[in-house]
């Protein structure tokens, strides 16, 4: 039973929604404050009273402490400007419960009470402090086997091959399912060009993400992340350059839980991947990640992956290939000139990115299959082997 008594209490109300749909839908603000205000008006015996600048109201999670209202409500609890609180209930004030018990002890130190219309708990004294943990305990308890089952779900979802990603990644758009059941990502023509034209400026034209931040701004390129705004445009900054070169998404992988419900990272062996559509290859993908692990992004000087490896065995005394930028944008490979019969041969140039990605595509074939790479080096190997026997003799 609410405790009563014959002295008059001048009673806050807090009111909180979580998000602007619920605050104009179901039990929402307005349903709120009336039933609160009924309560204070037709419980005589309580002698309660309130008056207008002591409601106080939130759009926003229950998680979070930094709420307008409620900063405002702890402001006057600290002035002490009324006697207690009341809320419908009492995950309202907060769900965790740490947060609650800090609440209460800062009302606690202001003697100022707390009163939950749902719970039918007034916060006086022992018993009602008792009261007062164990409900917070039980809302607490409530929202973590929220959080399990909707991970969990989010989960099984991405098992089945759906995209259950928060914002839909630049060059993508969402699709429903044709059952009807979940959803997946399709790629955006126009903007995966952009996506492209991103990996080549800083793999090849060594463009830092602040430098391809402005390029896109120069182009009015629209890089909204949520529906209502792929429309609109929004200047460019270096984050979403940076995701955009480290989300595994555009190389044709989602992974759907990197991190548990609580928020620790998990191990790679646990994680769920969706395979979606490609916007770059897995090669292009990976050069920029050694791009970035060299550079930390910003401005560098691009690291030429094959100079010193790539050598002209043509030649009598073989010459090494050296990257070097080109004047109209991109990079190659050229074996310097060198006096020949006192004449000068010519600067041999490879197309850089072409050789990377041939060499690339080499290397992860190696791995895919390393029986036949064996097999092709051992090949190798007799042929070099039977070339320098030829010359011996």
Same mark, same amino acid.
């Given at each position: 039973m609410l405790a009563q008594s014959n002295t008059p209490r001048k009673v806050a109300i807090?009111?909180?929604?979580?998000?602007?749909?619920?605050?104009?839908?179901?039990?929402? @603000?307005?349903?709120?404050?009336?039933? @609160? @205000?009924?309560y204070v008006?037709?419980?005589i015996a309580l002698n309660l009273t309130t008056k207008p600048e002591w409601v106080f109201t939130d759009i926003h999670t229950g998680s979070d402490l930094n709420r307008p209202g409620l900063l405002k409500l702890r402001d006057a609890v600290r002035r002490q400007e009324f006697d207690a609180v009341l809320v419908l209930k009492i995950d309202r004030l907060s769900r965790s419960l740490q947060h609650l018990l800090m609440i209460f002890a800062e009302m606690e130190k202001h003697q #100022?009470?707390?009163?939950?219309l749902h719970e039918n708990i007034d916060f006086r004294g022992a018993i009602g402090r008792l009261l007062f943990q164990i409900m917070g305990a039980m809302a607490q308890f409530e929202r973590e086997l929220i959080k399990g089952r909707t991970f969990m779900g989010k989960v099984?979802?991405?098992?089945?091959?759906?995209?259950?990603?928060?914002?839909?990644?630049?060059?993508?758009?969402?699709?429903?399912?044709?059952?009807?059941?979940?959803?997946?990502?399709?790629?955006?023509?126009?903007?995966?060009?952009?996506?492209?034209?991103?990996?080549?400026?800083?793999?090849?034209?060594?463009?830092?993400?602040?430098?391809?931040?402005?390029?896109?701004?120069?182009?009015?390129?629209?890089?909204?992340?949520?529906?209502?705004?792929?429309?609109?445009?929004?200047p460019w900054t270096n984050m979403p350059v940076?995701?955009?070169?480290?989300?595994?998404?555009?190389?044709?992988?989602?992974?759907?839980?990197q991190k548990d419900e609580n928020g620790?990272?998990?191990?790679?062996?646990?994680?769920?991947?969706?395979?979606?559509?490609?916007?770059?290859?897995?090669?292009?993908?990976?050069q920029a990640q050694i791009v970035r692990k060299e550079h930390k992004g910003g401005f560098h000087k691009r690291e030429y992956l094959l100079t010193g490896k790539l050598w002209d065995m043509t030649l009598a005394v073989p010459k090494a290939f050296v990257g070097a930028t080109r004047t109209k944008g991109g990079f190659s490979y050229r074996r310097k000139q060198f006096l020949k019969n006192e004449k000068w041969n010519p600067v041999f140039e490879i197309p850089g990115k072409q050789m990377?990605?041939? #060499?690339?595509?080499?290397?992860?074939?190696?791995?895919?299959?390393?029986?036949?790479?064996?097999?092709?080096?051992?090949s190798m190997q007799k042929t070099d082997q039977e070339s320098v026997t030829d010359i011996e003799n």
């Open positions: 807090y009111l909180r929604v979580s998000t602007t749909e619920q605050s104009t839908e179901g039990f929402g @603000l307005e349903a709120q404050k009336k039933t @609160l @205000l009924d008006k037709h419980n #100022v009470s707390f009163i939950s099984a979802s991405a098992e089945m091959g759906n995209y259950t990603g928060t914002h839909i990644p630049f060059g993508y758009k969402e699709v429903l399912n044709p059952n009807g059941k979940g959803k997946h990502i399709e790629l955006l023509t126009e903007e995966r060009k952009w996506v492209e034209k991103i990996y080549d400026w800083y793999i090849n034209d060594g463009l830092g993400e602040g430098q391809i931040a402005k390029k896109l701004n120069e182009h009015k390129v629209h890089k909204g992340r949520f529906k209502i705004k792929r429309h609109q445009f929004t940076n995701t955009i070169l480290t989300n595994p998404v555009y190389r044709g992988e989602f992974v759907a839980n620790n990272l998990l191990s790679e062996e646990k994680w769920t991947i969706v395979k979606v559509p490609a916007c770059v290859s897995e090669v292009t993908f990976l990377e990605d041939f #060499v690339w595509h080499k290397i992860l074939s190696a791995i895919k299959n390393p029986e036949v790479f064996i097999k092709t080096y051992a």
